[in-house]
């Protein structure tokens, strides 16, 4: 649905996105992550065709977005980071405009107006389609600019920090709602909050400092957070280094270390790739009498990866290249 | 085409939320009126709208880039230029809307100055060829000041600025270009009168269905259009 190759921004001597290639197939929900000023924004805008390239090139929904620019707007939605709205402009009186530019016929704008009114809850309370965008709430905000882009049914989704500014219940709300279109639309949206983008999406791609450092779905990002795997078990029965001793002997095992916590003895252990030990060691721990407290794999945090991955970019790239706002 | 139509019609009805397409009217019909009571509608005067004609054509120097100021500049400001670009809709087309729009209400306001034309007609014979004359001379003068206008809310997300310089654009063609037909030396008098708008406008006002003036007119008016379009293209080149 989007095929990215080698897309690069440069705002004067800045270079926003260096070299970013990647793929989304229909139906994904595909999360950009990344600090602030990583480039998400500035992909994005050259994915609706409001920013041309400076070099590299990327299809939407089989089209270029160079040479046929006018094909993709129309199968594109795109929401801004800010959610530009007309304030002066009613709820339905902005919905029908847009429908109109839309190109839907005449006769079809008031049901596709209430169609995509219904989806993003606008419809109830009864006023705030008569009411201006101008007095609504973020929230309300947010929503209509997501019926918006939501009115001519896009193929594809483009959604800048949908839950910038929104309440705890609104982005609960909205992250269903995102979760609900994947049905028949391609979402990409962007945040810098990475809780955010692993509840909502099921591909995850990181941006930091203009390039992708990391893609994958959140199971995949966490294989390589963990990397071989890593169990935690707390025994206690024999002297902690035999204890430690019999658990390296069990194959696949790299490294156990061993700190003691009063009476239990703490083991980490290290084992090969793709490897679970769990059963091996409760196996272990019942023939050799020992009595078991804790019995974990260790599952690493995005978020450490996360902070790591971006850290990383920036130390390599001290010039983070400024916000394309 | 229809696009057009769609954006004019919406930009049209912003105007009449905008407190400053009220404050112009206000400014606009303030001065046309002031002037038609002191130097027009006086007994034994000649009953023609001509010298309130010349005061329009000058307070446009200000009122355009005033109706003008919003229309480019205040969508870069809040962001919708992002909406309204990722839309299956051209450059072109944004631009002629809005050009569309505001010179809609600007007819309105023309129409507006109906009033004293009527009055002229209660107690004198107006020539209404004359007038007519002078209707069309605004008209296309609005047309030549107004794209303008717009031209200068391209360049920039402040309306102050785009009023500032489209007036300082306008004062070139309508102002300064008199005082170097009057002032300036040999080659530059002769180049300014072939640019001084008032010249053109004032044949208009005088009755005189003049080419060279519509040309004139006309061509500014495509000219600014022209930069406009490539000032919105310019941020896929900056």
Known sequence: ?325 | MRKVLVLARRELAGYFFSPMAYVVAALFFAAGGLWFFYKVFIPGNEASLRPLFEAMAYVMVFAAPLLTMRLLSDEYRSGTIETLMTSPVSDAAVVLGKFLAVMVFYLILLAGSGAYLALVAIYGQPDLGVATMGYLGMVLLGAAFLSVGLFASSLTSHQLVAAIVGTAILAVLAILMQLLVAHGAEPWNYLAARLNAMTYFSDFSRGVLDTRGVVFFLSVAALFLFFSVKAVESRRWR
Not at chain 1, 46 to 71: F, K, R
């Open chain 1, 1 to 325: 649905m989007i095929d990215v190759k080698n897309l690069t921004k440069w705002y004067g001597p800045v270079c926003a996105v260096d070299h970013v290639s990647f793929h989304v197939e229909k139906g994904m929900i595909v999360g950009l992550l990344g600090p602030n000023g990583a480039g998400k924004s500035t992909t994005m805008k050259i994915l609706t065709c409001y920013l041309p390239a400076s070099g590299g090139t990327a299809t939407v929904a089989g089209y270029d977005i160079l040479g046929e620019s006018m094909n993709v707007r129309r199968n594109v939605g795109y929401m801004p980071e800010s959610v530009p709205l007309y304030g002066e402009m009613r709820v339905r009186e902005l919905l029908m405009f847009r429908s109109a530019l839309r190109d839907i016929p005449h006769r079809q704008r008031r049901a596709a107006v209430d169609r995509a009114a219904e989806r993003c809850w606008l419809s109830q309370p009864e006023d705030v389609m008569r009411r201006r965008i101008g007095e609504l709430s973020r929230g309300y905000k947010q929503r209509v600019g997501l019926a918006e882009v939501l009115l001519h049914n896009p193929l594809v989704l483009v959604l800048d920090e949908p839950t910038l500014g929104l309440d705890p219940a609104q982005i609960r709300a909205m992250r269903e709602l995102v979760r609900s279109l994947a049905q028949e639309h391609t979402v990409i949206l962007s945040s810098h909050i990475l809780a955010e983008v692993e509840a909502t999406c099921n591909h995850l791609i990181i941006i930091a400092g203009g390039r992708i450092a990391a893609a994958g779905t959140s199971e995949e990002l966490r294989q390589r957070v963990v990397g071989p795997s890593k169990i935690m078990a707390e025994l206690r029965g024999e002297e902690p280094a035999t204890m430690a001793a019999m658990i390296r002997a069990i194959p696949n095992v790299r490294e156990v270390s061993a700190s003691q916590e009063g009476q239990w003895t703490r083991l980490a252990i290290q084992g090969e790739a793709m490897t679970d030990l769990r059963a091996e060691i409760f196996k272990l721990a019942s023939e050799r009498g020992w009595q078991l407290r804790e019995l974990r794999r260790e599952v690493g945090s995005l978020e450490d990866f996360f902070i790591q991955v971006t850290y990383e970019q920036s130390v390599r790239s001290p010039t983070l290249p400024a916000s394309s706002a």
